[in-house]
Nanobody, 123 residues
């Protein structure tokens, strides 16, 4: 199983980025999918998770209203649209696939991790 994340980069505050994660070896209906991030000196945290085709994705309070998780089953790819980016969003972002329990967005429920893509928000 391989998860290939892409789309990170340097962006100014207030701008947008879309992260992509191409999944190979399992289909997105394996269970749940999600995005996590780890900022320098901080623990990895769940940003957004969902069961593809399900309802009510999970969003961390810090990103609610700004980030949107989605999935394209035909492409077996997940996305994270990030709008109104803030400096505190700077982190390495990881995509993940896990059992249905992953909708809770905890790292313990991840079965497969992507390699991470760096997002830097700075003026």
């Amino acid at each position: 199983v391989q998860l290939q994340a892409s789309g990170g980069g340097l962006v100014q505050p207030g701008n947008s980025l879309r992260l992509s994660c191409a999944v190979r070896g399992v289909t997105l209906d394996y269970g749940a999918i999600g995005w996590f991030r780890q900022a320098p000196g901080k623990k990895r945290e769940g940003v957004s998770c969902m069961v593809p085709g399900g309802h009510h994705p999970y969003y961390a309070d810090s990103v609610t209203g700004r980030f949107t998780i989605s999935a394209d089953n035909a492409k077996n790819t997940m996305y994270l649209q990030m709008n109104s980016l803030k400096q505190e969003d700077t982190a390495v972002y990881y995509c993940a696939v896990g059992s249905l329990l992953l909708w809770r967005c905890t790292g313990a429920d991840v079965d497969y991790w992507g390699q991470g893509t760096l997002v830097t928000v700075s003026s």
